[in-house]
């Protein structure tokens, strides 16, 4: 019995690692932006990005950014929305990174480097706004 409760813990501890890691790297906050343009979960998309202020700027801030993501998810959808995007290189540099990648549309329509620039912001990576 208790090497099936070792077991589970063993499993469900490397579950929540992978999950947790999502946003520990550029390529992660990446795929995970991407993925939610796939779903086109616009309110996932928004939690890629870091904002600050005070809790209206933020409010502020994060429903502009909910509104440009919508606007984006629509036009992506014209070209039969996100395919596929494959990561070729991440280039770091202290606490910014780009991610470069090739993004495919369900048109049959590709971008050989589609380039992401991310930050890193109190331990965590987010897709960065300034760029």
């Known amino acids: ?4 409760i ?10 929540l690692a992978v ?22 979960d616009k309110e996932a998309a928004a939690d890629c990005f870091y904002y600050s202020g005070t809790e209206e700027e933020i409010a ?22 996100i395919k596929s995007f494959d990561v070729t290189n991440v280039e770091e540099n ?4 780009i991610v470069h990648g090739i993004i495919t549309y369900g048109n ?8 992401i620039p991310t930050e890193k912001v109190d331990g965590k990576w987010y897709i960065d706004i300034e760029k």
């Open 1 to 4: 019995m208790k090497k099936i």
């Open 6 to 15: 070792l077991g589970i813990v063993v499993v469900v501890l490397a579950v």
């Open 60 to 81: 502020k801030q994060r429903s502009s950014m909910v509104s440009l993501i919508e606007k984006g998810i629509k036009k992506m959808e014209e070209k039969g929305g």
């Open 94 to 97: 202290g606490d910014k990174a």
């Open 19 to 40: 999950a947790c890691t999502c946003q520990n790297s550029p390529k992660g906050v990446v795929k995970k932006y991407v993925t939610a343009l796939q779903k086109s």
């Open 108 to 115: 049959g329509e590709t971008i050989e480097d589609e380039t």
